[in-house]
């Protein structure tokens, strides 16, 4: 069964405190991985895609990673306006898309 | 008006009465989306449309009936709702294709829906 698992459910942080969020999946055929931050009462905003395993990127304070089984979502010295809930989706093939419960992040200053 | 749009944004609404949910895209895409969120769950996917033809009903109940007139706009009608259809409504568009870069799905701002 396809299922994707985003870890931890909350994470709290400092400002300037770095950490990474954990997207990880069990997918018959994967066929992209997209990153979106959400804010409250809002839809969700793209982030990134990654196709390939290796394949890195960047944004501000955010890089996110892939391997074969998971994505990293790296957040470097965050401010509080990064907090928001961060959302991890996988594509298995053109319109089949499945979503993690996502990351609730809170960054304090 | 850019990117997608959803109107309304909050609606709250009786189990008998009848409403619509209606979405638009300005992005020229031809894949459109319908989404449920409820609290700490996972998003979970709804309907598609492909070039206006319905691909995907995830075992949605009969009381939610889409409607795709064209590639730009999307409709959730619905009618005879149960209080645990009570949650955040959001519409997607992607375009679909075989190349890098494509299938991205961006979102509208969702219907906040209450069932009384």
């Known amino acids: 069964e396809d299922q994707v698992t985003q870890s931890p459910e909350a994470l709290r942080l400092q400002e300037g405190e770095s950490s990474s969020l954990n997207c990880s999946y069990t997918v018959s055929g994967l066929r992209g991985l997209f990153w979106y931050r959400q804010d409250p009462g809002k839809g969700p905003e793209f982030l990134f895609t990654l196709y390939s395993a290796g394949e890195e990127k960047e944004k501000e304070r955010l890089k996110a990673t892939l391997t074969k089984k998971e994505s990293f979502l790296h957040i470097t010295a965050p401010k509080p306006e990064d907090s928001a809930t961060y959302l991890c989706a996988v594509q298995v093939y053109f319109n089949k898309f499945y979503f993690g419960s996502g990351t609730k992040l809170n960054v304090k200053p | ?116």
């Open chain 2, 1 to 116: 008006e850019t990117g997608v749009t959803q109107t309304p944004r909050h609606l709250v609404m009786g189990m008998t009465n009848k409403k619509s949910l209606k979405c638009e895209q300005h992005l020229g895409h031809n894949a459109m989306y319908w989404y449920k969120q409820s609290a700490k769950k996972p998003l979970e996917l709804m309907f598609v449309y492909n070039f206006k033809e319905q691909t995907e009903n995830n075992s949605v109940p009969s009381r939610f009936s889409p409607e795709c007139p064209n590639s730009s706009h999307l409709f959730l009608h619905l009618h005879t709702l149960q209080p645990e259809d009570s949650a955040l409504y959001l519409c997607a568009s992607s375009q679909v294709g075989t190349g890098i870069g494509t299938d991205t799905q961006y979102f509208g701002p969702g219907t906040r829906l209450t069932v009384l």
